[in-house]
């Protein structure tokens, strides 16, 4: 039982920790080992979905380091990934772009629908000209790609 508890709270401080953009505190609680990468919170947000939300582009690029880290998880009340977050995130239009960047890279889906049935490139009206072509060109590089063994989105490392 104690175990359980102790893992519950690594992964609260992960999720604290991204919300919060301490890299160092993640750093930590990685050394301990001790957490699940894909942790939801009661809305079903993850730490990724923290990353995005609140441009915490450090321990973004912390996290997508994690083996089987789901970077196409939806979060339950909007059904938004962290791409969906990261391309509305509005604070920095070069964080935002770094983020969509680099979740692009990690194997974010572009194409997938929200619950509103929106995808990333509805949210990318009004972003600049390098959010749109981000966008632009990783939609169609879906669209050539057969992604047809990737059904969960799971970035694994070998």
Sequence with gaps: ??????????????????????????????KEGDFDINHTDDLGDTALHYTARFGSLTCMELLLKIPNINVN????????TPLHLAVQYEEDPEVALNMVDILIDAGAD???????KSTVE??????????????????????????????????TFK
Aim: proline fraction near 1%; charge should be negative.
């Design 73 to 80: 998880l939806k979060n339950k009340k909007e059904g938004n």
């Design 1 to 30: 039982m104690m175990a359980d508890e102790e893992k519950t709270t690594d992964n609260d401080l992960m999720l604290a920790a991204c919300r919060n953009d301490l890299d160092e505190m993640l750093e930590d609680i990685f």
């Design 110 to 116: 572009p194409r997938v629908q929200n619950n509103a």
């Design 122 to 155: 509805d949210y990318v009206v009004g972003r600049s000209d390098d959010m749109r072509d981000l966008i632009d060109r990783a939609v169609a590089g879906y669209d050539m790609e057969d992604h047809s063994d990737d059904e969960d989105h799971t970035v």
